[in-house]
């Protein structure tokens, strides 16, 4: 089992930033790979950003060069650092950790709007 908590999440300007963290417990040597998805009203939940366990990161086009994942091993925690926030990243931003041979798990989401 793994648990994840997400905190960071808040009302935000256009062009301002915000950092995201998720932090994870439990049967954590066993995660492959650390992700961060967003949803907002009305559309599909996506993928934003992700990190695997040798440390390689992907991201969404719309995102790249404005949101950075890393990750803290002492604290178990994934972050998300965005800036340049656009009224177009307001979602729910979701964690998600994909364990070995395991179903994922996922975090209880917490709220990004971007608005003036």
């Known amino acids: 089992q793994v648990q994840l908590v997400e905190s960071g999440g808040g009302l935000v300007q256009p062009g301002g930033s915000l950092r995201l963290s998720c932090a994870a417990s439990g049967s954590i040597r066993s995660i492959n790979v650390m992700g961060w998805y967003r949803q907002a009203p009305g559309k599909q939940r996506e993928l934003v950003a992700t990190f695997t366990r040798d440390g390689t990161t992907g991201y969404k086009a719309s995102v790249k060069g404005r949101f950075t994942i890393s990750r803290d091993n002492a604290k178990n925690t994934v972050y998300l650092q965005m800036n340049s926030l656009k009224l177009e990243d307001t979602a729910v931003y979701y964690c998600?950790?994909?364990?070995?041979?395991?179903?994922?798990?996922w975090g209880q989401g917490t709220q990004v709007t971007v608005s003036s």
């Open positions: 998600k950790a994909d364990p070995y041979g395991a179903r994922a798990y």
